[in-house]
């Protein structure tokens, strides 16, 4: 889904309005989206209090026409105003900031928009300040008030119109925007853009054929492991035969094979690591998780990558050892999917991870373009581009996933992906956002604090059925 500047965003306003849409009936649908997405947070509770604070822009338009949907969901909204407005729904409260509140089940922002410019005043700054000191949820109508300042709302989700906005995407945006839900409101969406938002109806899978066999799934190589890091091959490989892959085979230093083989599932089939090229009958290749960083192990590597046959997946050790010498990326002969944290990014790129994660955007497209290659920059919003300059932003993940083993789950599910035969762009794009979905749902049953990579795993099922709904 295309992500789009604000100014590009007034110019589709504005098209819209002309080709007969009235801005009344475009501010009646945002904010019965809005309201709509407060209900479900109601859902989970007794109550049904909702705050609604209403700036004097389109924003607290949108704040009063979803005080009006609430009520007549029976809920009970009350209404903040920021500034004297005509509008009072019937059957919602109306307070003047800074009256005494009542509690609230759910807080609605819609003091500022996009038209902000330098940093916030009063009385928004001290209502900013107070929203932020609630337990209560916030949802967020089109941005976070105050984004790009340093004063600013922290929503639990952000409902915006339209298509998202390019600021929403930002790294410096991830604190504050919770999950971005895009509401079609009808506005005219053809636009130019090289920033896209990954979303679910962008993922193509390859189709599942009644008749067919696991010869028509794709057999994945992985190449991982060493001596204490015998979990990293066995989570990639797991992630693998639940991403679809037909066949899994993890090939592991002759030293753990008897750990690893003990321990991996009945589905994937070890084998000692005894070949020094890329034997003939695979359809992709995963390498990195936990092979270490001897000198002996990065020459491995590299005989791996320079006589591959088939599309590849990098990772973890593997890409500490392509650090040694990037530009020997040019002269691979196949598709190559990168997935780097921002260490190991920086790295690659000679750079410390504060520059790396400063500017995420521009040193992503950067390598990808000069080298050739997929990168897929894991993170909040993991990045992912090629060589085109084009990037896309993933809208799933959660705070849960910043811990071991979620990386080596990546590269099992982008290898899968590969070996069923999709390009190497399609693969890492539908990787992270499933893996991030799968994220998101492990996170909903276990909690982000307590989820674990094989608890993201498990949910792999789930979230391949979600997605090709």
């Known amino acids: ?272 690591l005894t070949f020094e090229q890329v034997p003939p009958g695979f359809d992709a290749v995963a390498i990195g998780p936990g092979l270490g960083q001897k000198p002996e192990v990065q020459k491995m590597i590299w005989r791996f990558l320079s006589s591959s046959p088939v599309p590849m997946v990098v990772d973890a050790d593997a890409l500490n050892a392509v650090a040694m010498a990037p530009a020997a990326l040019k002269k691979l002969p196949v598709p190559v999917v990168l997935t780097p944290h921002p260490g190991e990014m920086a790295r690659l790129v000679s750079k410390s991870a504060k520059e790396v994660q400063t500017n995420r955007w521009e040193v992503a497209k950067h390598f990808a373009q000069e080298y050739g290659v997929v990168l897929a920059l894991k993170g909040a919003g993991t990045v992912v581009t090629d060589k085109s300059g084009k990037l896309w932003i993933n809208s799933t993940g959660n705070p849960g996933m910043a811990r071991g083993g979620m990386g080596d789950a990546l590269t099992g599910i982008i290898g899968a992906l590969l070996a069923r035969g999709m390009p190497a762009l399609e693969a890492a794009r539908a990787g992270v956002f499933v893996h991030g979905l799968a994220g998101d749902l492990a996170a909903e049953k276990h909690g982000e604090r307590a989820m674990l990579a094989t608890d993201l795993i498990e949910s792999l099922g789930v979230a391949w059925h979600i997605e090709a709904d």
């Not at 947070?41 to 026409?65: C, P, W």
């Open 1 to 272: 889904m295309k992500a789009v500047t604000t100014e590009q965003m007034r110019e589709l306003d504005r098209r819209t309005i002309a080709a007969g849409t009235p801005g009344e009936e475009l501010m009646e649908r945002a904010g019965f989206a809005v309201a709509k997405a407060a209900i479900e947070f109601l859902k989970r509770r007794d109550s049904r209090q909702v705050l609604l604070f209403a700036g004097k822009g389109n924003n607290g338009g949108d704040a009063i026409v979803a005080a009006r949907h609430l009520a007549a969901a029976g809920c009970h909204p009350t209404l903040v105003l920021m500034e004297r407005r005509d509008e009072r729904p019937a059957g919602v409260a109306v307070v003047e900031w800074p009256d005494e509140l009542p509690e609230a089940d759910v807080i609605i922002d819609g003091l500022l928009g996009t038209g902000l410019t330098g940093e916030v005043r009063e009385p928004y700054a001290s209502a900013i300040q107070w929203i932020n000191t609630q337990r209560a949820p916030v949802v967020a109508i089109d941005v976070p008030s105050g984004l790009g300042t340093t004063t600013c709302v922290r929503a639990e989700v952000t409902v915006t119109m339209g298509l998202p906005k390019i600021d929403l995407l930002q790294p410096a945006a991830a604190d504050y925007i919770g999950r971005i839900e895009v509401a079609d409101i009808g506005l005219d969406t053809d636009v130019e853009s090289d920033i896209e938002m990954i979303i679910g109806a962008d993922i193509v899978l390859p189709e599942r054929r009644r008749s067919a066999h696991k010869g028509d799934f794709g057999h994945l190589l992985i190449i991982a492991g060493s001596e204490g890091y015998t979990g990293a091959p066995v989570i990639a490989a797991q992630a693998a035969a639940r991403a679809g892959a037909g066949l899994v085979t993890l090939a592991v230093p002759k030293e753990i094979y008897p750990i690893v083989a003990g321990t991996c599932p009945p589905e994937v089939m070890p084998r000692p």
